[in-house]
């Protein structure tokens, strides 16, 4: 739906005597979040929201919200609808009336001014109703106020933060950031980190993201340490069999000086809904519980060699064993590798 074609937001034309601000401001009042609103009627409706002007726009005669007008977004791809009693931007800019004249321009809201510098909502309600003739008495119908904190920037930092304590960032190690952070540890200034967080540790005044506090986290390193507290021990580093040791793990938190993604949370789940789980590694796989702590090189090169124990013991007759005589050593070895694996 354009607004220029179905006449049901603000449009004028440059010929209108009453010239327009290119960039003016408006209270709102109501928000198209879905299709169960009155205003709806297809789903280019979403995001529109209905004003009441402010600044010099702002009549003091006319203060009834039936006076509103409804605006659209100036972009779809990216955006944050503002609550009801925030006050947004708006630019004006050609509409779809300009097919029929191209004189024909119409307001767009672009954001939420942060009159409260707060992360959470910068409502100022009923600022358009001078004469207080409307009250704007609440911020959605589902929305809840929480004392979110800012995101602590560091030089060079892009951050998008939710209103709901929830962020990603796009920063560097900062060797000498002020205040310091858990992620600039064996790398240079400069060197890219991602997180993309949810649920913020209490830092202080301002949110560092900590992947061991935070709720849960996705970390995309280039060549940091990362101090992570693993949910229980690592597998062991080695597991001597007849056939030699497998190749040692590397310790979890051992710096490698390249990217690792890191994947932290209270519970993990993948799913693949119709094809297959595929774990690939140039070195090892380690799988650790509560009560297994598993090299995968390791369980495999044990079970091989329980394999090759076996075929080596022939049994010719039903009536009894014959071939080689068991190597009892070597089972109990096999068995006592097993029960290691085993915490």
């Given at each position: 739906?354009?607004?220029?074609?179905?006449?049901?937001?603000?449009?004028?034309?440059?010929?209108?005597?009453?010239?327009?601000?290119?960039i003016t401001m408006g209270e709102v009042i109501d928000v198209v979040m879905n299709d169960s609103h009155e205003w709806y009627k297809d789903n280019t409706d979403l995001g529109y929201v209905k004003i009441k002007f402010l600044g010099n726009r702002l009549s003091?005669?006319?203060?009834?919200?039936?006076?509103?007008?409804?605006?659209?977004?100036?972009?779809?791809?990216?955006?944050?609808?503002?609550?009801?009693?925030?006050?947004?931007?708006?630019?004006?800019?050609?509409?779809?009336?300009?097919?029929?004249?191209?004189?024909e321009t119409g307001y767009y809201w672009i954001s939420a001014i942060q009159a409260w510098s707060d992360i959470n909502n910068n409502a100022m309600p009923n600022v358009a109703f001078p004469n207080k003739?409307?009250?704007?008495?609440?911020?959605?119908?589902?929305f809840k106020e929480k004392d979110i904190k800012p995101m602590q920037h560091y030089e060079g930092d892009t951050i998008i933060q939710g209103r709901f304590d929830n962020s990603i960032r796009l920063g560097s190690t900062v060797v000498s950031g002020k205040p310091g952070n858990t992620w600039s540890v064996g790398s240079a200034d400069g060197d890219p980190i991602m997180f993309i967080s949810?649920?913020?540790?209490?830092?202080?005044?301002?949110?560092?993201?900590?992947?061991?506090?935070?709720?849960?986290?996705?970390?995309?390193t280039s060549k940091q340490k990362i101090d992570l507290k693993p949910g229980s021990s690592i597998a062991a580093q080695t597991v001597t069999i007849p056939t030699g040791p497998v190749i040692p793990m590397i310790p979890i938190n051992g710096y490698l000086g390249s990217s690792q993604v890191i994947i932290n949370g209270d519970r993990l789940i993948f799913n693949a809904k119709k094809e297959n789980i595929i774990l690939a590694a140039t070195k090892e796989i380690g799988l650790?519980?509560?009560?297994?702590?598993?090299?995968?090189?390791?369980?495999?090169?044990?079970?091989?060699?329980?394999?090759?124990?076996?075929?080596?013991?022939?049994?010719?007759?039903?009536?009894?064993?014959?071939?080689?005589?068991?190597?009892?050593?070597?089972?109990?070895?096999?068995k006592a590798q097993m029960e290691a694996m085993k915490q």
């Open positions: 739906m354009g607004f220029g074609d179905k006449g049901r937001a603000a449009s004028f034309t440059n010929g209108n005597t009453d010239v327009k601000p290119l003091f005669g006319q203060v009834l919200e039936s006076e509103g007008d409804w605006i659209p977004p100036l972009n779809k791809n990216i955006s944050t609808y503002p609550l009801k009693g925030e006050v947004v931007v708006c630019v004006c800019a050609t509409t779809l009336g300009a097919q029929v004249d191209p004189r003739s409307f009250k704007n008495t609440s911020l959605g119908d589902t949810n649920g913020h540790a209490d830092t202080g005044d301002a949110h560092i993201e900590d992947i061991n506090d935070n709720e849960s986290t996705v970390l995309l650790s519980t509560a009560s297994w702590k598993l090299n995968v090189s390791a369980l495999a090169d044990v079970v091989l060699e329980m394999l090759t124990q076996l075929t080596q013991e022939t049994h010719p007759t039903p009536c009894g064993l014959s071939g080689p005589p068991v190597q009892a050593p070597i089972y109990a070895q096999l």
